[in-house]
């Protein structure tokens, strides 16, 4: 899951105006953004196979670390409390907001179920494996991305505030920019290696990260993170 993941920030973003889409962004990616790292640092294993699946030409052979459900949650409770603890003046509903960054971070592992052959572990990598495998089908594992972006848009969209304006060009551009750059990945050569995988999925996802925060920064003069 790729795009997927941004519409569950979008829409994670109206169910607390106080967090930043530049840190929704992080949180629904922190489990591939760590992956990126673990596998340039050897910590986890994925191999480059054209033709795996319909939509991905990586196997995903070692990574519980990451994408084990034990471990969506142990990065969810980090960030959360990472995010409650980090210093700050507007503490007014940080309890609740807490809650929806471990939600955002954990919602990472049940998205990637729906799209993922049955590669992704319970905790460790002899545990059971599961993943809906919509990969086999480019057309579904498009309509299912798509539709979830689109709605995670529209509902961030509807919402806004004098406090959280939205920017309603600078968001809609943004999601059609993503969607486009996805299909043409899907759709384009293999990565060239395991190493550019890694060093590309880090920084791109931070880029995306800077990219939302600047989108979700309103005219308020609230401290918002
Ligand atoms: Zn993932």
Redesign the pocket.
Known sequence: ?FIG?YGMALALKRAEPKLSLGTLFIAV?L??IA?GATILLGLERVQIHPGWTAATPLQFVYYPI??SLLAAGLWAAAASIAWYTWPTKDTSGHGRAALIVALAVAS??FL?LVV?VPDLPLAGNDSAKFGFGLWNSIPLTFTVELALLGIGLALYLRGGSRNHPVRRGWAVGFAAVLAAAYIATTLGPPPPSVRAIGISAIAMLLTLAAVGGWIDRGRSTRATR
């Open positions: 899951m993941h990616q489990v591939d992956w990451t994408h990472h592992w990637d993922h």
